[in-house]
């Protein structure tokens, strides 16, 4: 059974390691996981959830689909958007991925 304890740490008695390092790096670990991971995903949570707020009838949009069309109405949670003249698809509104510059669908045409 010597693989679970080295030979040299059975022979010197073994002293236990500092257990307030061990703590001190799992704080620093969350840290930089948290900077790194969590707060860029929650600063793009907000931008997304603000531009889906403020869509409005006349906006062109690109839903998560690949959709491109422009918005004619707005709900609560769905909104209906035009993608070719009198075709109208129902949408949620979180399913939109971006809000285009007006005039983009005219000049891919």
């Known amino acids: 059974m010597n693989f679970f304890i080295s030979d040299a740490m059975a022979q010197s008695g073994g002293q236990a390691a500092n257990p307030m390092g061990s703590f001190i790096f799992i704080g620093v670990f969350f840290v930089i996981m948290y900077f790194m991971l969590i707060r860029p995903q929650q600063k793009r949570m907000k931008a997304h959830n603000e531009m ?4 409005a009838v006349g906006d062109e949009v ?9 918005v004619v109405a707005v709900d609560e949670s769905f909104i209906k958007v035009e993608i070719a003249k009198d075709t109208e698809i129902h949408v949620q509104r979180t399913a939109v991925a971006k809000v285009l ?3 983009t669908i005219k000049s891919l045409k």
């Open 62 to 70: 690109i839903t998560n689909g690949g959709t491109l069309g422009t």
């Open 101 to 103: 510059p007006k005039g």
């Open 52 to 55: 889906v707020g403020a869509l």
